[in-house]
């Protein structure tokens, strides 16, 4: 088995059953802000997309999800493995653009073409990526591989009943706006920052662990950010104030926490040869020492990306909508949101309150509890937004139903808030169609923890993570103030009162293990 890198999340699979192109792309993405690092534009991409027999697209996100570079080198017959999702979106977008020899993959189950195995696992919380994530399983006899790319999969017992991978490909760096575009001090910023880094780092390594696969090969990001209001954000952040750890900066890690792991650099053109466990690698379109500067000399590799590619920012800015007038886009966004609202009982009430939008000249606010969107008039808010006028107009054009796979993580707004981060907020403005709403309001309802409970040191709590229903007894663990941590998302709660400390909502449910004793004692049970 022949794996090439092709840049962040992609990759090209070459198996004894025919070749898979994953994830390509080559950007600029979410209005022009994220450039795959390093550079992968000379990779040959038209052998590349005549060689291809199948084409995996983990999920919607612009970064896994090229549909320019999809057009101009992807032949429109090729078989496309598609994820098991509950909406069908990424289908939609798929044959929207000529493809039609589309293969249903089963959540779990194996797809076989001779030699060749293929298993896609699909996640479908609402928290999951553009409500839904993916991974893929390969393994043709002569070496087996899991393309993580950057899912968070909860039953690894089952993702991992493929077989023990001998390469694990698997996201480490951050695709997040936070804390980057909050209105917050600046120290405040960095905390956040660098709490947001070590965070990512303890899920990578909790995967890492489980999947114990020998070669570990960290991908899917971090962005090149070339827009001159953004380059102070690449990386760790020219003030230390950033979250996107490099594949270089993760290998050290992965060496000084688990040296077991043979931790390899992936980045467009390194091309691993798999024979079961015995590897080589070789580089193909970079030298050593070009690697060597676009690592340790990053700032100056960063600059010459930035000074040569301000045209693709242009072209980008050039294709934006003209921008709505105000009056005219609050009627449209009423008109759109207000529908939605109304289906959206779960997520007004874990809301909670009101949301200011400032869009150009147009001051918006969202009356969550009432459903309603009208003009601001001072009330108080809980969340305030600024968001470039032509932004909003280009997502009303193209009835852009997911604003996270667009304005937020082209990290062009700013935001504050009241409080702490509420999930129901970023969900319903991530669920901007009737199918969504839907969906999401029925995977809320259906998540009221009816499970059995589980002692996790000194205390009994309800088995399934009030977040995404991961099993705490394998990825929960209690510190010595009762506070729990669940290491798939880093998500807090107080034990002694149930209160989640990373988020508004999701209580949990919990007890000392010695009062639930003395409890059952004095019932007689």
């Known amino acids: ?88 979106d990424l289908e939609k977008d798929i044959r929207a653009l000529g493809y039609d020899n589309i293969t249903y993959a089963p959540a779990g189950e194996v797809i076989e073409r001779g030699a060749l195995k293929l298993m896609i696992t699909p996640l479908r919380a609402p928290s999951d990526g553009p409500i839904g994530d993916s991974s893929l399983s390969v393994d043709d006899g002569t070496a087996s591989v899991l393309n993580q790319n950057d899912s968070h999969p909860l039953d690894l017992e089952k993702l991992l009943s493929f077989g023990k991978p001998d390469a694990y490909f698997t996201q480490t760096s951050g695709a997040i706006w936070w804390p980057m575009v909050y209105d917050l001090p600046q120290d405040a910023k960095q905390n956040f920052a660098r709490l947001k880094r070590d965070a990512q780092n303890k899920r990578a390594m909790f995967y890492i662990e489980k999947v114990d696969a020998p070669h570990v090969f960290p991908m899917a990001g971090p962005p090149m950010f070339l827009r001159d209001e953004l380059f102070k954000y690449n990386g760790f952040g020219q003030d230390d104030d950033s979250i996107f750890t490099d594949q270089k900066q993760f290998l050290a890690h992965l060496r000084e926490k688990a040296p077991q792991y043979d931790g390899r650099l992936f980045v467009p053109g390194t091309v691993v040869e798999l024979d079961h466990a015995d590897m080589t690698i070789t580089q193909t379109l970079y030298t050593d020492a070009e690697i060597a500067h676009i690592f340790d000399e990053k700032w100056e590799y960063l600059e010459s990306q930035r000074t040569s590619r301000q045209q693709e920012i242009r072209d980008e800015e050039a294709s934006r909508a003209a921008i709505i007038p105000p009056a005219e886009m609050l009627e449209t966004l009423k008109t759109w949101w207000e529908p939605l609202l109304k289906k959206s009982r779960t997520i007004r009430l874990g809301v909670g309150g009101n949301v200011r939008f400032r869009i150009g000249d147009l001051d918006m606010v969202v009356d969550f509890p009432r459903a309603k969107v009208r003009e601001y008039a ?52 991530k ?67 149930g209160k989640c400390l990373s988020t508004t909502g999701h209580p949990i449910r919990a007890a000392k293990v010695d009062d639930v004793t003395d409890e059952a004692l004095r019932l007689g049970a």
């Not at 997502?395 to 852009?400: A, G």
């Not at 996270?404 to 707004?413: A, E, G, K, R």
């Open 1 to 88: 088995m022949r794996i090439t890198g092709l840049g962040h999340a992609g990759m090209f699979i070459e198996t004894v059953g025919g070749s898979i192109i994953c994830d390509p792309v080559m950007g600029p993405s979410f209005f022009g802000s994220w450039f795959p690092f390093p550079d992968n534009r000379g990779l040959d991409w038209e052998k590349l997309g005549r060689e291809a027999d199948f084409l995996y697209i983990s999920h919607r996100h612009r970064d896994h999800f090229d549909p320019a570079l999809l057009q101009r080198y992807i032949r429109k017959d090729i078989e496309v493995l598609l994820p098991d999702y509950p909406i069908d």
């Open 378 to 429: 001072g009330e108080e808010c809980i969340y305030w937004y600024t968001i470039p006028a032509d932004l909003v107009s280009t997502n009303i054009r193209d009835r852009e139903i997911d604003w996270s796979n667009s304005i937020f993580l082209s990290m062009q707004f700013h935001v504050g808030r009241s409080g702490k981060f509420n999930e129901f907020l970023t969900t319903f403005l």
């Open 431 to 497: 669920c901007l169609s009737v199918d969504r709403i839907e969906y999401v309001e029925n995977w809320y309802s259906e998540q009221t923890d009816q499970t059995e409970d589980a002692e996790i040191g000194d205390w009994v709590v309800q088995r399934r993570c009030p977040h995404l229903r991961a099993d705490l007894t394998k990825t929960g663990k209690v510190d010595e103030d009762g506070v729990l941590t669940c290491s798939m998302h880093d998500w807090k709660w107080d034990l002694k009162t």
